[in-house]
């Protein structure tokens, strides 16, 4: 099982959040020879059971790359998350930025027939919005925009209450994939077993627990530019098994029952690179993670935020718990978000000479192999979600490495919800994570006074500002500038340890080719070819 | 082979004065018997002499030597944070071990004298105490085990206690049967009629009375309880990281079971090894130690 975080319906600007840990390196899906079959079946080995299919109620990530095979977008994100015309074709942001007019692809049909228009988009909007609907992801991906309205029969208008600069590159994530109007009004709570979209696939079956069928959708014929295919799909079927253990996954692998697994743990990517294809899909956000706490002891003394951020090899945390395999991230966000700032990369190179020297100077002195000041003991607290294998190993690496500088530290598993309330009152001193999204609006969550996700309990004027300007700020290179701003309080500050890459270690035949994935790194089977 | 236990009373539940040598003697015929004290003994004396048998710190991490298979160099192999898996195996036996000796001491204990106060004393208190015990029965042990370990949080005593809670009411169970059968024998009723006090008469004839009883129990339980540790570990609620024990280790190996089997299967092996010695030792002493057997 995955650890996935459902979204408080308080929390603002949410992005799909799934705590999970995934893999490595990186090679693109190029393989040679054959002829593309176009009755092939693709077989997936999948590893987390869905929690509902249904995009705008699930919470959790691995459901996302089943949704965008089936469900197309206003705007489509291309892996280095640019917005580019999909269902919509053109648009525009009013001057005072709270509106957002769309103009409509014409001729698109959903799988079921109903005509694509205006109507379907503000169909979709109200149903999200409802209360009944208990939306997750996809609600706090539309922000303060809640609603819109036809303007006519192929233009739509969002109005946002307030400025809400992540709205465009949030309607390209699948949890907003647009769903027939007819199949909303006629499924009603069993949306999620009857999916209706308008992309390249359309949904077969979904047997709990075991697997979700679907098959080519044959009318397919706007494909977004920006993927430079037209016509249907070339795979003919889709199965995704769900195989949540991954020796099991990779087992399936190589006996041949499916092509393609996720999720690979990071031994059996290295391992497997030599006969199977390999694909490091870039999972945007913030990465793996830790938030350090600074409101409790010893935390709460920058000096030994600092030290701890001196004290951590990264190269041999991500060595030890994962193979190796993933880059290291030394920034807030990863590569290719907006404000994604790589001067801030060497603010805290390895050099545990440095965070002894810190401490000292802070008044910390060492006796007996322990740290103490004023008579109080340096002792951390780390604790890690039992039930995602890689946590624990980033927890006891991440151990090793303070201990090395004298630093006394307890690891503590924890199931899911006992995690949570350990973060909430913050009886950790750090705790390693993820978070997904595709808009630096991200920052908000984690580190703005009051917020669920304040999990490092730090809180500062200067960066809510920072923060709430982001927000409203629709110049990308205002905006741009904001974050990077933002990033060097919160490094300098010592609130968050970025730890590495966060990567769905995608494994595959080599007869497999053209897996690709939209913006985000949801996985995208449209191009997929079997021979 | 001849066993440190010679030379102590020998444990037996009835009141004919047999040498203890003799008895030893006697009890070590027994083929299982005599396979299990030598697979427990052969376990203890490695768990407790890990210190000596290695001088390998069990938490050292090196990332340059993850993943070794074994070797004169490591017996074991080593794990994912290359760890040496022969020190973490002995010394995560001391764990194991320890722990599951302790939730027999608790849970054996407190059980019995549960039992023992509800099977003396009857009427109003041992209705009580055995509806009690009922209700802590009506829970399929391990999972009454798992939740008590929930309630309490992670931790190794936290553990024992989740085990030991377990056992209570088992122990609780029989001892009640045992010390209701042993209250009548005559030689109880003498001592109540010459005027002995309840407890002496618990004390000095009850519980000597029923202590074949708790032995057999206790053999068989400390396997139990040591499966149940190792369960507790394995999920992540027993001893936290890096803290060595087996089913920690078990559970750190599960993930590459195909690619390094040696992680899970060492462990695995000295826990049911254990577990099986223990149940031999304890199904001998029941044939040993229950008249009814001997006699034909």
């Known amino acids: 099982m995955r650890f996935r975080i459902r979204r408080l319906p308080a929390a603002a600007a949410l992005v799909a959040v799934t705590l999970i840990a995934t893999a490595c390196a990186s090679s693109t899906a190029g393989a040679s020879g054959g002829q593309a079959s176009t009755s092939a079946t693709l077989t997936v080995g999948w590893a987390e059971p869905p929690d509902t299919l249904n995009p705008a109620t699930t919470g959790a990530r691995d459901v996302g790359p089943i949704d965008v095979n089936v469900f197309d977008t206003l705007v489509w994100l291309t892996p280095t998350l640019k917005a580019t015309p999909d269902l919509a074709t053109k648009w525009s942001v009013s001057p005072d930025g709270k509106t957002y007019t769309f103009t409509l692809r014409h001729g698109v049909k959903f799988q079921d027939g109903t005509p694509f228009n205006a109507q379907s988009v503000v169909a979709n909007v109200d149903y999200i919005t409802a209360k009944s609907t208990q939306s997750t992801i996809a609600l706090g991906l539309l922000g303060p925009c809640t609603t819109a309205t036809a303007t006519s029969a192929y233009t739509v208008a969002f109005h946002c209450a307030k400025p809400y600069a992540p709205l465009l590159d949030q309607l390209g994530e699948p949890y907003l994939g647009i769903q027939s109007p007819a199949a909303i009004a006629r499924y009603g709570k069993n949306l999620g077993e009857h999916l209706v979209g308008t992309g390249p696939f359309k949904f077969v079956s979904y047997t709990p627990n075991q697997s979700v ?16 295919q037209n016509g249907p799909s070339k795979i003919a079927k889709i199965v995704f098994n769900i195989v949540t253990n991954s020796q099991a996954r990779v087992g399936s692998l190589q006996s041949g029952q499916s092509q393609l697994v996720q999720e690979t743990p990071g031994v059996y990517y290295k391992s497997l690179a030599s006969s199977y294809s390999e694909l490091a899909d870039p999972i945007s956000g913030m990465g793996i993670f830790a938030p350090i706490n600074a409101s409790t002891f010893p935390t709460n003394d920058l000096a030994v935020r600092q030290a701890i951020m001196y004290a951590i090899n990264k190269k041999s945390v991500i060595q030890l718990a994962d193979s190796g395999v993933f880059p290291a991230q030394d920034t807030p966000f990863s590569q290719g978000m907006l404000g994604y700032d790589s001067s801030l990369a060497n603010m805290y190179p390895y050099d545990p000479a440095k965070a002894t020297q810190l401490l000292t100077a802070d008044g910390w002195s060492k006796t007996g192999g322990t740290w103490t000041k004023d008579g109080k003991k340096l002792a951390l607290t780390i604790t890690a979600i039992s039930t995602v294998p890689e946590y624990p190993l980033i927890a006891q690496a991440i151990q090793s490495s303070l201990q090395a500088v004298g630093m006394q530290v307890s690891v503590v598993q924890q199931a899911e919800p006992a995690w949570l309330a350990s973060n909430l009152a913050g009886n950790m001193s750090l705790t390693p994570l993820q978070y997904i999204g ?8 984690w ?3 009051g917020q669920y996700y304040n999990w490092s309990h730090y809180t500062n004027p200067q960066l809510t500002k920072l923060i709430d300007e982001g927000q409203v700020t629709t110049d990308q290179s205002a905006r741009a500038k904001i974050y990077e701003q933002a990033q060097q309080l919160i490094m300098q500050e010592a609130v968050d340890l970025p730890l590495h890459l966060n990567e769905d270690l995608l494994v595959y035949s080599k007869s497999l080719t053209g897996v690709t994935y939209s913006g985000g790194g949801f996985e995208y089977f449209y191009k997929a070819a079997l021979s | 082979m001849t066993v440190e236990i010679a030379g102590q009373p020998a444990a037996d539940g009835l009141a004919v004065a047999v040498p203890a040598r003799t008895r030893v003697r006697q009890a070590m015929r027994h083929n299982s018997l005599r396979a299990g004290v030598v697979i427990v003994v052969v376990i203890a004396v490695l768990v407790l002499a890990a210190p000596l048998l290695t001088s390998v710190n069990p938490d050292t991490q090196n990332p340059a030597q993850t993943f070794l298979p074994p070797s004169p160099h490591h017996l074991m192999g080593t794990d994912s944070f290359g760890r040496d898996l022969f020190s973490r195996v002995l010394h995560g036996g001391q764990y194991t071990l320890g722990a599951s000796a302790l939730v027999v001491l608790i849970g054996g204990t407190i059980g019995t004298l549960l039992g023992v106060i509800a099977g003396y004393f009857g009427g109003a208190v041992g209705y009580l105490v055995m509806r009690f015990v009922d209700l802590l029965l009506a829970f399929p042990g391990i999972l009454l085990a798992l939740a008590v370990a929930a309630i309490l949080g992670p931790g190794l005593l936290n553990g024992v206690f989740a085990v030991a809670v377990v056992l209570v009411p088992a122990y609780a169970r029989v001892m009640e049967g045992a ?17 002995s006090g309840a407890w002496h008469v618990i004390w000095r004839h009850v519980i000597p009375g029923i202590r074949s009883n708790v032995i057999v129990m206790t053999t068989s339980w400390l396997g139990i309880a040591a499966l149940w540790i190792a369960a507790l570990g394995f999920i992540g609620l027993g001893v936290q990281p890096p803290t060595p024990e087996w089913g920690a280790i078990l559970n750190d190996g599960e993930n590459y079971l195909t690619i390094a089997w040696w992680i899970s299967v060492f462990p695995g092996i000295f826990l049911a090894l254990f577990v099986v010695g223990v149940n031999l030792i304890g199904d ?3 044939d040993e130690l229950d008249p009814a057997l001997n006699r034909f």
């Open chain 2, 179 to 195: 010390t209701v059968e042993v209250r009548h024998l005559p030689y109880v009723d003498a001592a109540v009629g010459l005027g």
């Open chain 1, 438 to 445: 595709v808009d630096p609006d991200a920052l908000h969550l």
């Open chain 2, 284 to 286: 001998g002493l029941r």
């Open chain 1, 213 to 228: 069928v679907l098959a080519r959708n044959p009318a397919y014929d706007w494909a977004p530019p920006a993927v430079g």
């Open chain 1, 447 to 449: 580190f703005t006074p």
